[in-house]
């Protein structure tokens, strides 16, 4: 699937370790150190494949370029090209190739966790589980947390699907290879169980490390986690209660005894658990955004109001803050009042633009559109608050389904040429009207300036495998994205559903069931529910098909698939 439309780097971050990327500061580190001068002949033999590597990597073509970085690696006697090599040639899924490079990184020497992960990633692959449950435990065997993070990731990762991930951390929990007193892997793994909905085996680690760690309030919210997941809601939420003296003190306690809360529907708990303690910025957004998901307007006016005592100070922050409740509250003259207030600071501009969308929700939309406009042409708004009033003018457009949203992106591509955030939200309005040739366009010019922007390569390739025939041009874009972000939900659900257009049903099933593993999505799940209604496993799509509504019945994937199956 596309990444939201922006192209700023993603907050979501999994508890994965990149286990494919070099990184780029190790990389930066090892092209400025000096390093001796080889023998004209091998920098030659190197030079050539690395070049023939790379250019196939541009292409998206991973098995040529696993080839030819083993390859390189050979001519060099270099140990971080055949640590690329093997990294590619398992995401290409070439373990002959992986096998071959892994066995010269070894012999050429590389970081311990590092070639016990690639370890067990390969034996997985092969389907060689005592393999990999050899290198798993030594991984969980060396000090500090690396080796079990890795270990965590290569399971979560590796695994063909949850069954086997399953089966593999039942092993390690039983033989007692957990690490006895670190806390967090015994959380690590409950919580991998739990995203792969095995209750039993996350009961089972439950109970273990409650024995271990009697008393430690995480190991509670672990408990309330996997009683949620599993459907036992009332318990969760009776264990919940039962954290309320720690989260009473404990500033992190509250913030994810909230959260479960939240996952559970209760908002209106989890504002009043926020309540507690001092309340700063932070605490006082959480409540208000708790509350008006929930649709509470008294709680929220009740908020509104003990917010109202900081009314005076000239802080920006605050009147941003107390800005955005009005907003949530629908008092939007008294929203406009506080935007218009801010007095300075790197809130001003936010509050600018969000002045301009309550403007236009008064229906002065004359107005509004003058306020964005005097924005755009004012030489001392910084450059991004300028670039930031285009976008929101078109979204104003966007939601009126104006077609003056194209001549936004046209007037904003005017001032800022070649834009990639103005590109990207182009290239989505196209595709939501269905011009995927423009669309298409949009996020080539894009490419064109940045070709290794990530976000571009994964959206476009995603349209051109949902909205063309153009399969394997789209694999090649996505295995592009794959390369630098090998551990990103939404890119493995691009790469799984390109899978399932190509006809690789099997194959398009695991890389989605991973997918959803990392990432709880409404599109994810529509895709899993799709692939599996059409694979006549029918009453587990419809399984999917709820979650996705749950998640968001909105979403357009969701409803292509509902119309598409007829479920």
């Known amino acids: 699937m596309p990444m939201a439309g922006s192209l700023r780097p993603l907050k979501y971050a999994p508890l994965l370790l990149a286990l494919f990327v070099l990184p780029a500061a190790d990389a930066a580190r090892r092209a400025s150190a000096p390093a001796a001068k080889p023998a004209p002949d091998t920098t030659s033999r190197t030079l050539e494949p690395l070049m023939l590597g790379e250019f196939a990597l541009q292409a998206g073509r991973l098995d040529e370029a696993a080839r030819a970085y083993l390859d390189a690696a050979r001519a060099g006697n ?37 070639l016990r992960a690639a370890d067990a990633m390969l034996a997985l692959r092969r389907g060689n589980e005592p393999a990999a449950l050899k290198h798993l435990v030594a991984l969980l065997a060396m000090p500090g947390d690396e080796g079990w993070r890795q270990a965590v990731g290569v399971v979560g990762v590796g695994a063909r699907d949850p069954k086997q991930a399953a089966s593999i951390v039942g092993k390690l929990v039983d033989g007692s290879h957990l690490p006895p007193t670190q806390l967090q892997a015994w959380l690590a793994f409950g919580g991998l169980a739990q995203r792969l909905e095995q209750p039993a085996l996350a009961d089972r680690i439950v109970e273990d490390v409650v024995r271990r760690f009697p008393g430690e309030p995480r190991v509670s919210l672990l408990r309330a986690s996997q009683l949620r997941e599993s459907g036992r809601k009332d318990e969760a939420r009776a264990a919940l209660v039962a954290l309320a003296p720690e989260a009473a003190s404990n500033a992190e306690i509250r913030l994810a005894v909230a959260s479960e809360y939240d996952r559970l529907g209760d908002r209106k708990a989890a504002a009043d658990v926020l309540a507690q303690g001092p309340q700063d910025e932070q605490t006082y957004a959480l409540r208000a955004s708790m509350l008006a998901r929930d649709d ?245 799509a419809r399984r999917y098909f709820t979650q996705a509504r749950d998640l968001d019945a909105d979403n357009r994937a969701l409803k292509r698939a509902l119309e598409r199956t007829g479920a």
Not at 86 to 113: S, V, Y
């Open 296 to 540: 509470d307007k008294a709680a929220l006016a009740k908020l509104y109001e003990e917010l109202g005592r900081f009314g005076s100070r000239p802080d920006p922050q605050w009147r941003l803050l107390l800005g955005q409740v009005a907003e949530f509250l629908e008092k939007n003259e008294d929203a406009l009042v506080w935007y218009q207030s801010v007095p300075g600071g790197p809130q001003k501009w936010p509050a600018r633009l969000r002045a301009a969308s309550v403007t236009h929700t008064l229906g002065r939309t004359d107005e509004a559109f003058r306020v964005l406009r005097e924005l755009q042409t004012d030489a001392s708004v910084p450059e991004e608050a300028r670039r930031d009033s285009y976008l929101v003018e078109a979204s104003l457009h966007a939601k009126a389904n104006a077609p003056a949203e194209l001549d936004v992106f046209a007037r904003a591509l005017a001032a800022f040429p070649d834009d990639p955030e103005v590109l990207y939200a182009r290239a989505l309005s196209w595709e939501r009207r269905d011009d995927i040739a423009r669309a298409e366009a949009d996020f080539r010019r894009i490419l064109v300036a940045d070709p290794d922007s990530v976000a571009a390569l994964n959206a476009l390739g995603y349209t051109l495998a949902d909205r063309t025939t153009r399969y394997q041009e789209a694999l090649e874009l996505i295995d592009r994205a794959r390369a630098a972000e090998p551990d990103n939900a939404a890119i493995i659900d691009s790469y799984g559903w390109v899978l399932f257009r190509l006809g690789r049903h099997d194959d398009a099933l695991t890389e989605l069931r991973r997918a959803f593993t990392l990432q709880k999505d409404a599109e994810i799940a529509a895709h899993l529910g799709e692939v599996l209604w059409v694979m006549g496993k029918r009453d587990e």
């Open 78 to 114: 270099e140990s971080t090209l055949a640590e690329r090599a093997t990294r590619i040639a398992l995401l290409a899924k070439d373990d002959a190739r992986a096998a071959e490079a892994l066995a010269l990184w070894h012999r050429l020497g590389g970081k311990p966790h590092d």
